[in-house]
């Protein structure tokens, strides 16, 4: 019997389909104009402020106001901004020595005599790929109408601290917003072998991420990098499954961004009952959560 207290679903209709994308895709899918919405029309409540010819973004965003607004209260809706982190020194050196080398040797390793892969950093092509990305951000924000996050989440992994540091800290500075993500365990890649899943101790992050308040109970020292077995896929989709609940149970805002990684992106869409699919580094999307408390 499942032990979960949040159903959650990606309400279909609103996006481009990415997965059918992404199977028809010789590549992984990369960030989508407008972040793949679908110009469509909505419900229009009497007395609505929006007008139909106001962005598809505008129109989207008032639309799941009103959703929240007329749901049952154990319903909620929130618009999800899932960013995966730049080209890091981890994928440079798998990319470098292949699937089979990575996987039985090197990945068991903290480096080289050249580069360090241990919570890997992002490589200076993965910190182009980022800057890149927030000039996306940009055409989202004020050419779509697309909302800024009103609340924002990190993996504690470095990969990632840089990542949104790169794309989001200029974004919400450019209007006047706060840069504060929170980290969240969580929200950590699948727990694996490999020495790049290792995170530093929460000190270190504090001392050189002090944008980024942590959140309770988080263990000054690794303790998933402690196990001795990987997570399975079901685990891994398990623990973004809490990752949800505790979104949904402690945070209102309709309109939240979780800069994460490629295996975590697709936890999250497997714990919504969706089909996942490949990103590619440096890459965002949106989708339109609904949770159900049961």
């Given amino acids: ?79 999800l901004y899932l960013t995966r982190h730049g080209f890091g020194y981890h994928n ?5 020595m292949g699937d089979e080398a990575w996987d039985n040797y090197w990945s068991l390793l903290d480096g080289d005599d050249k580069t360090t892969w241990f919570d890997a950093f992002l490589t200076p092509e993965g910190i182009e790929q980022a800057k890149d990305l927030n000039s996306k951000w940009n055409t989202f924000i004020d050419a779509d109408g697309a909302p800024l996050p009103q609340s924002l989440y990190s993996s504690p992994m470095a990969r990632c601290l840089q990542t949104s540091t790169y794309v989001f800290k200029p974004l919400m500075t450019a209007h006047n917003l706060p840069f504060h993500p929170t980290i969240k365990e969580k929200l950590r890649e699948r727990w694996t072998l490999h020495t790049c899943d290792k995170r530093r101790t929460k000190s270190w992050i504090q001392e050189n991420w002090p944008d980024f308040p942590i959140e309770d109970g988080f263990e000054e020292v690794d303790q998933l990098g402690q196990q001795k077995a990987e997570e399975t896929d079901a685990e891994h989709n398990a623990r973004k499954q809490l990752a949800l609940e505790d979104l949904f149970e402690h945070d209102k805002n309709e309109i939240v961004s979780w800069t994460i990684h490629s295996y975590a992106m697709r936890a999250v869409i497997e714990a919504c009952g969706a089909e996942a699919f490949n990103v590619r580094e440096a890459t965002s999307i949106a989708v339109l959560v609904k949770g159900e408390k049961l």
């Fill in 92 to 96: 440079q050196k798998h990319a470098e």
């Fill in 1 to 79: 019997m499942s032990s979960n207290k949040w159903k959650f679903s990606l309400e279909p209709g609103y996006f481009q389909d990415l997965a059918a994308l992404a199977a028809a895709s010789p590549t992984k899918i990369t960030t989508q104009p407008a972040l793949a919405l679908i110009d469509r029309e909505y419900p229009t409540p009497e007395g609505a402020a929006v007008s139909k010819d106001e962005k598809p973004w505008v129109r989207f965003a008032a639309h799941v106001h009103e959703l929240n607004r007329t749901a049952p209260a154990n319903v909620h809706y929130k618009i």
